[in-house]
């Protein structure tokens, strides 16, 4: 034989031997047996794995093989946690419920012949499971028409404080680990296992078991921002004008995060009238007055102290109103811990305010001024009592809960703000925005973990009218509303958006996708600015946000409720040249990790990944979101121009961009349009004039030339 046939000859040889040393999945597993025991094996599905009213629901579909010695074991640690304690025992074969975690499926003790018997899944209750600590019921399901499979559930149903403390079986470890933070997000993920466990001799108990295990990560994360609702003054003397509020987790002594706590930093400006004026903060006068008793002012961290000579500096600057004096303006900082439990109130998605009004006391000081600095010692009290300067703050709380392939990235309003730094976002009593006011909406996006890698890029802004548009009927927004009744700030060449839902049975749904020629025929109005910042006025933010000031138009005469829809895509960050990191939990076992194959006494196990997509494999998607804001209309005086999307103010009337009315002109404005129609009137006076003064120079000229001809006779 040729040393080329030896070849091939060998070649099959070992690829024969091969053949039969490795398996594919439902092949048999053990190093001891022949037969393919996983070759027919359901799943455990996630059914839902939602939070309402504050009750978590985790269900969970179960297939069980029919005629099957098989027994399927749900928990949060690996089947392998503890080498010297499996769930069924190498020597007796009995399956111990105290070898699972406090929140497994395995409620009792049971021998060989119970717990793998096709009939041992039954109803039960809760109080027939009290013996652990998670879920609360179990319903045994009906067969498939092919008779295969039977689809148990498992399910609980109960507060999150319950999912929250479970713990692995030595009572040491919680099974939720923290696995990313931020100044505005917190976020815990666990691992169910499912382990679908078969004997490998169905007459032997003490021959030992072999397993398939695989996992479902579900992930839980709470996203936090702050909204300044007003700021306002009990005198006319002092005006506040908010600078920022921000919210930032709170840490114990252990250095772990307390998720029913959140940091509040504000800060604010006092402007007084004149320039010989200046205010003080009366010491430790802050008080906290919560709309919800569940909250509560945990502890001041920094305030003023309150002692005049150390009041912060007057920063002069001239009157915005009158540009003839000067005036004194302040700086302010408070850092607060509040506690917030919006536990009891939380749905999946649907943000929670949790509303407060803070009162600072001021007493306001008249002093000597020299050379634009006043003389603190100068300085008398203008009043008896103090002034008294209120903010209503709201922290937002948002959960959002799902398994890590249901994971996407969800746009977070920021702040909607308009004229003097107002908040503007609807549903919170603010006063509504009025016609050609700008407006400014910062969004921010989540999961934060991401932040790092990727900026939000505008894709499309749209105004419509209509609070429906905003509802999960109109999940397109303003793409759905009539054009007459919305306009366009911003739509990008590349503008594309194909919204995706899941719908109750979890089946990703695609609807219409939109592009460029759904928009380019409407009113464009556009942005003033559009940008997204990492950094402003040479301060790094916390949150990075994209910011959009758009100058709005009133769409009718009357008061109404209007949508913002908004549409990003995210981008690589700058320089950035590598695939972000996702959060990874640390996996906790007392022995060497099993990964693929291996065996340890009597028991062979196969552990199988069947992860098939995370949060970063929608980060190549467009996203949106549904802003509602309450807007003006037109003032009382004016009419409305659809076709210009203008109020027009009455004869002898102007509309201001200082109190969003119709006001009378004012004198300098008269002399303007008195000037404007001179021109023009004297445009077409002259005009007239020339076409009149034509013939008449013609005649004129006509009688001279005939008195010189008369002249010679």
Same mark, same amino acid.
């Given at each position: 034989? &040729? ?80 080498? =010297?304690?499996? *769930? ?17 499926? @395995? ?81 815990? %993920?666990?691992?169910?296992? !499912?382990?679908?466990? %078969? *004997? ?136 607060? #811990? ?7 109130? @939380? ?7 949790? &509303? ?54 969800? #746009?977070? /309003? ?44 505008? /894709? ?21 509303? *009539? ?5 366009? !700030? ?42 997204? /910042?990492?950094?402003? &006025? ?39 040249? %590598? ?37 970063? =494999? ?16 037109? *003032? ?71 008195? /010189? ?5």
């Amino acid at each position: 034989m &040729s040393f080329n046939g030896m070849w091939i000859l060998c070649t099959l040889v070992l690829f024969a031997q091969l053949s039969r040393a490795l398996g594919a999945f439902g092949d048999d597993i053990s190093q001891d047996n022949e037969d393919n025991r996983f070759a027919v094996m359901g799943q455990v599905t996630k059914d839902i794995f939602d939070v309402q009213s504050g009750n978590v629901t985790l269900q969970l579909n179960v297939q069980d093989t029919t005629g099957t010695m098989e027994f399927w074991l749900l928990d949060f640690q690996e089947y392998r946690f503890n080498l =010297d304690a499996l *769930p069924v025992d190498e020597v007796t074969g009995n399956l111990l419920k105290d070898r699972t975690s406090a929140c497994s499926n @395995v409620y009792e003790d049971a021998d060989w012949d119970t717990f793998f018997n096709d009939s041992y899944i039954q109803d039960k209750g809760d109080s027939s499971l009290t013996s652990k600590n998670l879920f609360t019921t179990i319903k045994r399901g009906d067969i498939d028409t092919d008779g295969i499979m039977r689809n148990d559930k498992i399910i609980f149903q109960g507060d999150m404080a319950t999912f929250a403390n479970c713990k692995d079986s030595n009572d040491e470890e919680y099974v939720w680990e923290m696995t990313a933070i931020t100044s505005d997000e917190i976020e815990y %993920r666990t691992k169910l296992y !499912a382990t679908n466990i %078969r *004997p490998k001799d169905p007459e032997d108990p003490t021959g030992g078991v072999s397993f398939v295990q695989s996992h479902i990560e579900l992930i839980w994360r709470i996203s936090r921002s702050v909204l300044a609702k007003f700021l306002i003054s009990s005198t006319a003397l002092i005006k506040p004008v908010l600078e920022f509020a921000r919210v930032s987790a709170v840490y114990d002594e252990q250095n772990r995060v307390v998720p029913t706590q959140s940091a509040l930093h504000i800060r604010f400006r006092t402007i007084v009238d004149a320039n010989d004026q200046m205010v003080n903060y009366e010491n430790n006068s802050i008080t906290y007055l919560p709309e919800n008793v569940n909250h509560a002012l945990n502890t001041i961290v920094y305030q003023p102290v309150g002692i005049l000579d150390e009041a912060p500096a007057c920063d002069f600057v001239l009157d915005e109103g009158t540009r003839t004096q000067m005036q004194c303006q302040q700086a302010w900082e408070f850092k607060m #811990i509040l506690d917030i439990d919006t536990s009891t109130q @939380v749905d999946n998605r649907v943000p929670i305010d949790a &509303s407060g009004t803070f009162e600072f006391l001021y007493m306001a000081y008249r002093c000597g001024l020299e050379n634009n600095t006043l003389n603190v010692s100068s300085c008398i009290a203008m009043s008896v009592d103090p002034a008294k300067i209120s903010a209503l703050i709201t922290i937002q709380t948002t959960v959002f809960v799902q398994d890590e392939e249901e994971d996407q990235v969800i #746009i977070i /309003l920021h702040s909607l703000t308009g004229a003097s730094n107002e908040d503007l976002s609807y549903g919170t009593g603010s006063r509504g925005v009025a016609h050609k006011e700008y407006v400014d909406l910062r969004v921010k996006f989540s999961p934060a973990f991401l932040r790092k890698d990727y900026d939000l890029f505008l /894709l499309l802004f749209m105004v419509c009218k209509g609070q429906e548009y905003a509802s999960h009927q109109y999940l397109q927004g303003c793409l759905q509303a *009539p054009s007459e009744d919305r306009y366009v !700030a911003h739509y990008d060449a590349t503008f594309n958006f194909i919204p995706r839902i899941t719908d109750d049975n979890g089946t990703v749904v695609i609807l219409n996708a939109y592009n460029t020629t759904h928009v380019e025929n409407d009113v464009q109005q556009p942005l003033h600015i559009q940008e997204y /910042l990492r950094e402003e &006025s040479g301060e790094t933010l916390a949150i990075p946000v994209h910011r959009s000031t758009f100058y709005n138009l009133a769409l009718s005469a009357e008061s109404d409720v209007y949508t913002i829809t908004v549409v990003y895509r995210l981008i690589d960050t700058q320089g950035r040249k %590598r695939r972000a990191a996702l959060p990874h939990m640390q996996d906790i076992i007392l022995a060497k990790s099993v990964v693929g194959r291996a065996g340890v006494g009597r028991t062979t196990g196969t552990i199988i990944t069947r992860h098939a997509r995370d949060v970063v =494999d929608s980060v190549q998607a467009s996203h949106s979101n549904r802003i509602p804001f309450l807007s003006l209309g037109c *003032p009382e005086e004016a009419t409305h121009v659809q076709e210009e999307l203008d109020c027009k103010c009455p004869a002898g009337m102007v509309y201001s961009s200082n109190s969003f009315n119709c006001e009378a002109l004012s004198l300098n404005e008269d002399v303007k349009e008195v000037k404007e129609d001179d021109q023009v009137n004297d445009l077409k006076e002259t005009a007239h004039a020339q076409c009149i003064a034509c013939p008449i120079s013609l005649i004129l000229l006509a009688n001279s030339l005939l008195f /010189l001809l008369l002249k010679d006779y």
